[in-house]
T-cell receptor
Framework: QKEVEQDPGPLSVPEGAIVSLNCTYS??????FMWYRQYSRKGPELLMY????GNKEDGRFTAQVDKSSKYISLFIRDSQPSDSATYLC????????????FGQGTTLQVKP | KAGVTQTPRYLIKTRGQQVTLSCSPI?????VSWYQQTPGQGLQFLFE???????NKGNFPGRFSGRQFSNSRSEMNVSTLELGDSALYLC????????????FGSGTQLSVL
């Protein structure tokens, strides 16, 4: 079993739709939860960062962490064609190892 | 501020050869991490360097090695290349060791024939 599971998609939605992206993880020791966005032919860029449980909002993006279910989510409101990219969840533990464990990534296409 | 710079952008090698990839971190960042990205395995951690010392290492064979220089620039070397080493190699920098907030370069696309 992989430490982090993410549905690779692809996911196609019309412009303006609400997008929900999800990951599950297996190790309850994980404390730091990130979402990275990767455009084609580019490296990932940090989109959202959450420590422990709870919600975090930044503009059209909301990250949720449910540690009891070992489930993390990213919601995108009013999706735009420019949001078309691969979204990767990343998780790490409390030991600050510098090693991020990434999900497979979900490819999102927002159609005008 | 310039981002993370990786060179070369593309590389084609044959089996058995060795290759060296280069990474210049964001100015002021002293930590450099390397990741391998493939369609099948996704992003996998190779190693992290901080102040010229390897701090952490992933589960890759000894053919994969790296180093960091006093100016924080880093190189990654893969010896005796195998077909399965074909991947996008990504370098990421951060201002502290073990940070979760990584800044990635655009990667080096390595093809092994």
């Amino acid at each position: 079993q992989k430490e982090v599971e993410q549905d690779p998609g692809p996911l196609s939605v019309p412009e303006g739709a609400i997008v929900s992206l999800n990951c599950t993880y297996s190790n309850s020791a994980f404390q730091y939860f990130m979402w990275y966005r990767q455009y084609s032919r580019k490296g990932p860029e940090l989109l959202m960062y959450t420590y422990s449980s709870g919600n975090k909002e930044d503009g059209r993006f909301t990250a949720q962490v449910d540690k009891s279910s070992k489930y993390i989510s990213l919601f995108i409101r009013d999706s735009q064609p420019s949001d078309s990219a691969t979204y990767l969840c990343a998780i790490t533990g409390s030991s600050n190892t510098g090693k991020l464990i990434f999900g497979q990534g979900t490819t999102l296409q927002v159609k005008p | 501020k310039a981002g993370v710079t990786q060179t070369p952008r593309y590389l084609i090698k044959t089996r058995g050869q060795q290759v060296t990839l280069s990474c210049s971190p964001i100015s002021g960042h002293r930590s450099v991490s390397w990741y391998q990205q493939t369609p099948g395995q996704g992003l996998q951690f190779l190693f992290e360097y901080f102040s010229e010392t390897q701090r952490n290492k992933g589960n890759f064979p000894g053919r994969f090695s790296g180093r960091q220089f006093s100016n924080s620039r880093s190189e990654m070397n893969v010896s005796t290349l195998e077909l399965g080493d074909s991947a996008l190699y990504l370098c990421a920098s951060s201002d502290i060791s073990g940070s979760e907030k990584l800044f990635f370069g655009s990667g080096t696309q390595l093809s092994v024939l």
